[in-house]
């Protein structure tokens, strides 16, 4: 076993009945661990809760058959995240044909499947923009897709309006309505929120802690976000080959956020690059067929609602500029 706890790898030992023997210092290490925790693992969060019933049934028909184990499922490393792996098992037999262990490896495979969600919804949205579908069901899936990729984020897209140089209709499936309309009609500024600074100034612009960040205490942006409990964000303006900025996309958190790419509080800087330049390349294609709302490819110009709703304003006396 010290050539095992050399290897990298998550390997582990499990007897005929299913019971962990053993472990190699990799697992112990992945998960933070003890040997008798993770003995226990189907009653605890080591697996996720969604995977664990198909764990239980691969491993039940391997042990039934003695056919090699081969599943995918979540793991939960000792950081909080879980990450995807691919575990394969063989029984070690006796001179009798008897399975006495079985010997498994566990691969990781986050990135992957990753890479394998991101090219499918990827897929799906050039689909949807190829076929003409009205541009609030392309934004709303985008957002979706996103909040898929990083389940602990939520998406937020919001167009401007060039004549008024103004935020027109957001789009935010899972903060709704109640988050984006008093954000409309709010003048694109820089000097109050994430989603303004980062269209005037063309770059990405991060608040890691909406609460305390200098730059927004005191705007009426600050109080919103607060109230929808968001306290970090990720704004990325999406600029057409011709310059123009027709929009802003938002990921946010709902806890403080970190300036390290690989911390788990915050979104890893690929991923965050991947969605924010897939949301770009549909505002592109939708900017070249001249799909802003009004135009003729079924997206159409959104109506202002006649209900009051509280907006987010400028003030000049108080020269507070608030913006999403």
Request: proline share 7%; aromatic share 8%; net charge neutral.
């Amino acid at each position: 076993m010290l050539v095992a706890d050399s290897v990298p790898a998550l390997i582990g030992v499990i007897a005929p009945d299913g019971a962990v023997e053993w472990v190699n210092r990799a697992v112990l290490d992945y998960f933070g661990a003890t040997l008798e925790e993770i003995t226990g693992w189907a009653t605890s969060k080591l697996v996720h809760p969604d995977d664990i019933p198909a764990v239980i049934a691969s491993q039940k028909h391997s042990f039934e058959t003695g056919e090699r184990v081969l599943s995918e499922h979540r793991l939960l490393r000792a950081d909080g995240v879980y990450r995807w792996f691919r575990i394969y098992g063989e029984p070690l037999r006796n001179s009798d044909g008897e399975i006495v262990q079985w010997y498994m490896l566990q691969t990781d495979i986050d990135d992957l499947k990753r890479a394998e969600s991101l090219l499918a919804g990827e897929k799906r949205l050039l689909e949807m923009v190829a076929l003409g579908r009205p541009l609030h069901e392309i934004l709303d899936s985008l957002c979706r897709f996103v909040e898929q990729t990083a389940p602990d984020c939520q998406c937020a897209v919001f167009l401007i309006d060039p004549a008024e140089h103004k935020f027109d209709k957001g789009f935010a499936p899972s903060l709704g309505d109640a988050y984006t309309v008093p954000l409309r009609g709010v003048p694109v500024v820089p000097g109050s929120a994430p989603c303004g600074a980062a269209a005037v100034d063309k770059t990405q612009v991060i608040a890691f802690d909406i609460e305390t960040d200098p730059r927004w205490l005191g705007s009426a942006y600050h109080d919103h976000a607060l109230a929808f409990g968001l306290r970090a964000v990720w704004s990325t303006p999406i600029v057409s080959r011709s310059g123009e900025v027709l929009g802003t996309f938002a990921v946010y958190q709902r806890h403080p956020g970190s300036s390290s790419p690989t911390s788990p509080a915050s979104p890893s800087a690929g991923r965050r690059a991947t969605m924010q330049s897939g949301a770009a390349k549909l505002f592109w294609r939708k900017a070249n067929d001249s799909a802003r709302p009004g135009a003729s490819t079924g997206a159409k110009r959104p109506t202002r609602s006649s209900a009051p709703t509280r907006r987010i304003g400028y003030s000049e006396s108080s020269r507070t500029r608030q913006s999403p």
